[in-house]
């Protein structure tokens, strides 16, 4: 077993590295490629992070121990594991179903981005845990979760277009509920994740505001800053 735990760690592990380095350096990916990701990459995260569960359950094993456990040099694994492991299906069905729906708004409005912004929350939550964690294993895809959420609803703030807010309005409106998770109300509940995960969001939101979709800018709006200048130059004269 211990081998074949080590076997798949690598191998996700290069896997993850390899996507991690071509969707982020590589600009010239196209849009083939993105639309080809948007059909298999999410539901075949899904179905790992339920085949997890699954073999886990079957096989009476304990994959906790393969969470992110902080300040624990063997608990740098989990950074790339956590989001595959649940506590039970309770647990797991709460969490892939938002982030099922998250991810598949972050696909279809951001399709350019969404590589991005999925690898670097998974990075960034898992790091931050792993440095500013509670000492206990930290598991599940909750964080990934709040970050997905957290994206969505600020970055139609940051780029102030009609439809982007309007996803805004409606991540509140089925997911407001799930502020109650950024404070440690319930101790069995990983609420760094929760919190480090919004953060996360909110930082990607914003250092790519001026990337992917746009406010467009109408004819009126261009007359108006025009207006101005020719005013300004009379003056001078």
Partial sequence: FCLFSYFFFF????????SFFFFFF??????EIYTLSL????PILILLIWL???VETTLHLDFAVYGIFPRKLSGLRGILFAPFI????KHLFDNT???FTLLAAIFYFYRDLAFRILLLTWLMVGLWVWVAGREAYHIGASGLVYGFASFLFFSGIFRRHIPLLAISMLVVFLYGSMVWGLFPIVPEISYESHMLGAIAGVMLAFHYRKFGPQRPVYTWEE???EDPGKESNIELQ
């Fill in 86 to 89: 649940h506590s039970g299906f």
């Fill in 11 to 18: 191998f996700f592990l290069f896997l993850f590295l390899f």
């Fill in 26 to 31: 590589n600009d010239t990916a196209t849009t």
């Fill in 52 to 54: 997890a569960w699954f």
């Fill in 39 to 42: 059909h298999d990459a999410l």
């Fill in 97 to 99: 179903i938002p982030l």
């Fill in 223 to 225: 007359e108006e800053e």
